[in-house]
T-cell receptor, first 115, second 113 residues
């Protein structure tokens, strides 16, 4: 069964450092998303990406964040200068083109710890 | 008002019990509705979409009331393996091409032997 894969599974970084979280969406999917979940909190939308550009972004997705699809398979989230409050589980998701209730598949997440 | 609001839980039930989850959403223009399941420290996984006419999948029944902006999930004959957090999810935007998922905080279910 095809799946969304994320690397690394756990990333520890010092405050102020840049991190890149990597995702390989399912191969025939066209819509890509990043979500985050702070421990004990709800899953929060960060950004959606389609046709090589950002479709929508939330208030959380400020200038410190960027996304890129550098080749035909990877989808990355970069945080330029990490803060303690960026510590969370980051989930990548992808969805194929389809009708309104097409399922979004989530990767297993990257746990980011900023120290 | 929160965009998607759920029972705070947790629900602790014995095996075989019937358990109901409730959810309300604030955006009347929301188009799609889902229940996701999330195991501890794992990714959310789609349990079922919710259709206007209501739908059933084995022991699971989902209902939608657009007028009240209310969604429900019923689990019958609960199993130990049903223990998880159940997330009410609403999709904003129109059609299949846009929109993102808005999650409720989830309701934790623990099924005991």
């Amino acid at each position: 069964e095809p799946e969304v894969t994320q690397t690394p599974s756990h990333q520890v970084t010092q405050m102020g450092q840049e991190v890149i979280l990597r995702c390989v969406p399912i191969s025939n999917h066209l819509y890509f998303y990043w979500y985050r979940q702070i421990l004990g909190q709800k899953v929060e939308f960060l950004v959606s990406f389609y046709n090589n550009e950002i479709s929508e972004k939330s208030e959380i997705f400020d200038d410190q964040f960027s996304v890129e699809r550098p080749d035909g398979s990877n989808f990355t989230l970069k945080i330029r200068s990490t803060k303690l409050e960026d510590s969370a589980m980051y989930f990548c998701a992808s969805r194929r083109q389809g009708d309104w209730n097409t399922e979004a598949f989530f990767g297993q997440g990257t746990r980011l710890t900023v120290v | 008002r929160k965009e998607v609001e759920q029972d705070p839980g947790p629900f602790n039930v014995p095996e075989g019990a019937t358990v109901a989850f409730n959810c309300t959403y604030s955006n009347s223009a929301s188009q799609s509705f889902f229940w996701y399941r999330q195991d501890c420290r794992k990714e959310p996984k789609l349990l079922m979409s919710v259709y206007s006419s209501g739908n059933e999948d084995g022991r699971f029944t989902a209902q939608l009331n657009r007028a009240s902006q209310y969604i429900s999930l019923l689990i019958r004959d609960s199993k130990l393996s049903d223990s998880a957090t159940y997330l009410c999810v609403v999709k904003t935007g129109y059609g299949g091409s846009q929109g993102n998922l808005i999650f409720g905080k989830g309701t934790k279910l623990s099924v005991k032997p």
